[in-house]
């Protein structure tokens, strides 16, 4: 086998393998000793592989000013009023301007990026788009570890679309 391609294929799957294991340990984003899941809110991103010739991934690039390196998939933050700023791609596109939305979040509740693309055009040249983007809120806690217990497949970041009680 060629060694090019070899050295290819493992930067790939190390590549993979690190990305799997750092996306789901959420991430502290607040200062002072861990507190309990109840004290803090957690924002999900998604990492949505479902379609693999369509990939979607959106994560917090910024949470009020401070860089995240690496773009964490989860993230535990204290409740209050953030500003995010988002590392987003769609089909392999990444944003021209990275969007920031202003939020105000709830200890114990936890809330998912989320996208609705409005516009898509894609030629062989180039693909462009355009799509709004929110926080949406999920549930608390319990209600979370229930579904992900009950769906499994939910865990790798794709976008939970859990039925509302109300």
Known sequence: MNPVFKRYVLGFLIALFLS???THTPRKMYKGEIKNEKDVA?????????????PVTLRVHKL??????????VLHVDPGSH???????????????LPVLNVSVKAG???QLDYRLIEHRA???ESTGTAVYSLRYIGDHKDYEDYLAKNPEYKA??????????
């Open 109 to 111: 509740q936890v809330y």
């Open 20 to 22: 799997g294991c750092a």
């Open 83 to 97: 500003e995010l700023v988002l590392s987003v791609s769609h089909d392999r596109m990444m944003a021209l301007k």
């Open 64 to 73: 009020d000013g401070e860089t995240l390196y690496g773009s964490p998939n």
């Open 123 to 125: 030629s062989l040249r």
């Open 157 to 166: 970041g794709t976008p939970l679309f859990i039925p509302s009680a109300g």
């Open 42 to 54: 957690t924002i999900i991103g998604i990492n949505d592989w479902t379609n693999w010739n369509r």
